[in-house]
Structure formats: C-alpha cells, structure tokens
C-alpha cells in the first residue's frame, strides 16, 4: 500500500505503526507518532492499523530555544 | 525574602529560561541546569529524518523538576503554530508553550500577528502561553488580552550575538506590560571571543529584570557548567 510519511509518498507492507516503527529502526523512546493528524500514544501503536492513503508524522524532541 | 515569579499559576525561583540547541551532547543539559539553576527549558519538536544518526531521547535529560517548554518553531502561520503545540501537549509536555512563529527567513524575525492569533487560540485551551515577538508596546498589551503568561520580545535577531540592540523598546514593554517579560533572542556579547555572562549582563542594563532566556552563552562552552 502507498502511504505519506513525513511529507513523502512511501509504499509499505507493515501492517500496523508498531511495525513502522520497529521496520524504519527507530527509537521509540523519543518518538511522537502522528496518524491521520492525531497523536497515536505508544501502547496504541500495535493496533493502529495503516491502510491505503494514510499520513503518518515521524517527531521527535530536539534542541532548540 | 525568596525572589518568586509567577508564570501561568506556578511559581519559580529562577529567573534565568534555558535553550538545548547546540549543546555538544545531551549529557551537558543536566550539569547546565543544576549549575544555572534554572527550571524552565525550551526544546522543539521536528520530523524524524530517517537519514541522520539515531539520537537519545533530550527529554531523558531534563529532570521532571524543571518545566518543558517546548516552542513552535517550524511554524510559520497561527495555525501551524497550534498544531505544533497541540502535538507537544499531547506528547506529555505539559501546559506550557512558547510560540514562535517567523515568517522572515532571513533574520527570523517573528511575525507578531499571527503570534496573537496563535496565543489567543492556545490560551482560551488552557495551555499557559509565552510568545516570542518583535518588542512593541502595542503587542505586549494585546497579548495580555489574549491571556498570554508572558512577553518574550527579541534583544536581537535569533544566533546574531549582537547584544540587545532592541534595548529602548524592551525597556518601554518592562515599564507597561502587565505580564512578565522574558527577554529572548540575540542576548549573547562577546568580549576577547567568549561570550559574556548574559544574566549579568542584562542585570547591568535593566531594572528591574523580569526573565531571561538564553542559549548561546551556555552552549557555546564545552562545558556549559562552567558559566555559572
């Protein structure tokens, strides 16, 4: 299925953001997973499924003033 | 007699806010903070590039005892600023919320309209607001109608090391404003190529002093604990 994450079109075959997660390497620890414009909390990443069309927004806390 | 300040119903015994950006590792912010004493930080929020090497978690390195601030920057509309800030709330950084918006690129000045859009809307939700704007009267007072915690105007542009260039203005917003003023931005001098103190500094310039905020002196050292 095709998806948009962080602005780019991506075609993808994990089922779920747990998945996203963990096939991308990244730390969870310090990641904000927004789907479909809302805030998905990490106990919910395993049963938010993606399907076709969907955004998703990587963040995370950095430096800044 | 203890020098309490109030901000959005808690109160603080610094007055001295502190910046993450630019610190040689994560591992300073912890040392700054208990040599600074300072109990407000800011950290911004940005999207995960894939491509950069992996980094720990900055929030793992600020003690639940000092409060997140987390900013807007990025945002270049109102909107775009609530948004940003709605996902910091949501993300577990509490209530408070510095907005930055800026729509000059070259400078990065802010763009004071639609900061009072963005705090307006921030404020009627509850989140304890503290905008970073050009110094100007007329703003400072329309940000306390809008329920704004504090003004944050600028001393100089963003990185420019300049001082405080907008002194008379500042000046004129401490002497009127009913909210706090935290001066942001441009706040470093330098002297013999080492940033001067800046609490220190603007102690000499103003009186009296509401709030600071300051990156540049601290994150230029490597050892930013050295500046106490």
Same mark, same amino acid.
């Given at each position: 299925?095709?998806?948009?994450?962080?602005?780019?079109?991506?075609?993808?075959?994990?089922?779920?953001?747990?998945?996203?997660?963990?096939?991308?390497?990244?730390?969870?620890?310090?990641?904000?997973?927004?789907?479909?414009?809302?805030?998905?909390?990490?106990?919910?990443?395993?049963?938010?499924?993606?399907?076709?069309?969907?955004?998703?927004?990587?963040?995370?806390?950095?430096?800044?003033? | 007699?203890?020098?309490?300040?109030?901000?959005?119903?808690?109160?603080?015994?610094?007055?001295?806010?502190?910046?993450?950006?630019?610190?040689?590792?994560?591992?300073? $912010?912890?040392?700054?903070?208990?040599?600074?004493?300072?109990?407000?930080?800011?950290?911004?929020?940005?999207?995960?590039?894939?491509?950069?090497?992996?980094?720990?978690?900055?929030?793992?390195?600020?003690?639940?005892?000092?409060?997140?601030? +987390?900013?807007?920057?990025?945002?270049?509309?109102?909107?775009?600023?609530?948004?940003?800030?709605?996902?910091?709330?949501?993300?577990?950084?509490?209530?408070?919320?510095?907005?930055?918006?800026?729509?000059?690129?070259?400078?990065?000045?802010?763009?004071?309209?639609?900061?009072?859009?963005?705090?307006? $809307?921030?404020?009627?939700?509850?989140?304890?607001?503290?905008?970073?704007?050009?110094?100007? $009267?007329?703003?400072?007072?329309?940000?306390?109608?809008?329920?704004?915690?504090?003004?944050? +105007?600028?001393?100089?542009?963003?990185?420019?090391?300049?001082?405080?260039?907008?002194?008379?203005?500042?000046?004129?917003?401490?002497?009127?404003?009913?909210?706090?003023?935290?001066?942001?931005?441009?706040?470093?001098?330098?002297?013999?190529?080492? +940033?001067?103190?800046?609490?220190?500094?603007?102690?000499?310039?103003?009186?009296?002093?509401?709030?600071?905020?300051?990156?540049?002196?601290?994150?230029?050292?490597?050892?930013?604990?050295?500046?106490?």
């Amino acid at each position: 299925m095709n998806i948009n994450i962080n602005g780019e079109a991506v075609e993808t075959s994990t089922p779920d953001i747990l998945s996203l997660v963990r096939a991308r390497n990244l730390d969870p620890s310090s990641l904000v997973v927004e789907h479909n414009h809302t805030i998905i909390q990490q106990a919910a990443w395993a049963d938010t499924l993606l399907q076709q069309g969907d955004t998703i927004e990587l963040l995370s806390f950095v430096g800044g003033g | 007699m203890e020098d309490q300040l109030t901000l959005g119903g808690r109160n603080f015994s610094s007055r001295l806010l502190t910046g993450t950006g630019k610190f040689a590792s994560h591992t300073l $912010i912890g040392p700054m903070l208990a040599a600074s004493g300072s109990q407000i930080i800011t950290v911004a929020l940005r999207r995960v590039d894939p491509k950069a090497p992996p980094q720990d978690n900055i929030l793992s390195h600020i003690p639940d005892t000092v409060t997140l601030l +987390p900013n807007t920057s990025g945002a270049r509309t109102a909107r775009e600023a609530v948004r940003i800030a709605h996902i910091a709330r949501e993300a577990g950084c509490g209530d408070f919320v510095k907005i930055e918006v800026i729509t000059d690129m070259q400078y990065l000045l802010p763009d004071n309209h639609e900061t009072l859009k963005a705090t307006e $809307i921030l404020a009627k939700e509850g989140c304890i607001v503290l905008p970073y704007v050009m110094p100007d $009267i007329t703003i400072s007072h329309q940000l306390y109608d809008a329920g704004a915690a504090a003004v944050m +105007p600028l001393g100089s542009p963003i990185g420019s090391n300049l001082g405080l260039e907008m002194k008379p203005m500042i000046q004129r917003i401490i002497e009127t404003s009913r909210l706090p003023v935290i001066v942001d931005a441009g706040t470093a001098l330098w002297s013999n190529h080492q +940033p001067v103190c800046p609490p220190l500094y603007l102690r000499l310039l103003f009186q009296p002093l509401h709030l600071l905020r300051v990156q540049c002196g601290y994150r230029l050292s490597q050892n930013p604990a050295d500046h106490e």
